[in-house]
């Protein structure tokens, strides 16, 4: 019998339980929870933007983009109206791998921003 932990990954729907973006140890992050009904999940918590006397800042961030994609998908205007929308969400036991249109097939896949913009997660 395999006890393995599932790493296939699958699209689930799920809601926006909790949506941050946080400064509190000298960089921007950004957090979301999102929850499946009888249980929740994390992202990744994602830098996206370092101080500039860091020596490996860069000006163009990801920060940009990560948030207009995530509005984008929860179809909001503001980020303060994240929480309680219906998304759908791809990934496995340990990682969400990406976020989608409840509806509509648009999808946003984290590794676009590390292979984009050379993110730190």
């Known amino acids: 019998m395999n006890t393995e932990p599932q790493t296939t990954n699958e699209i689930q729907n799920a809601v926006i339980k909790h949506a941050d973006l946080d400064i509190g140890q000298e960089f921007l992050t950004l957090s979301l929870c999102v929850s499946y009904g009888v249980g929740q999940q994390y992202i990744p ?10 020596s490996h800042y860069k000006k163009e961030g990801v920060a940009g983009e990560m948030i207009l994609r995530l509005l984008q998908i929860a179809e909001v205007k503001k980020f303060s109206e994240l929480e309680g929308r219906t998304i759908r969400v791809k990934g496995n036991d340990q990682s969400i791998i990406g976020i989608g249109h409840i ?8 590794v676009e921003l590390e292979t984009k913009k050379g993110a730190e997660l």
């Open 103 to 110: 509806l509509m097939d648009d999808w946003f896949h984290f």
């Open 45 to 54: 918590t994602y830098v996206l933007h370092l101080p500039h006397d860091w």
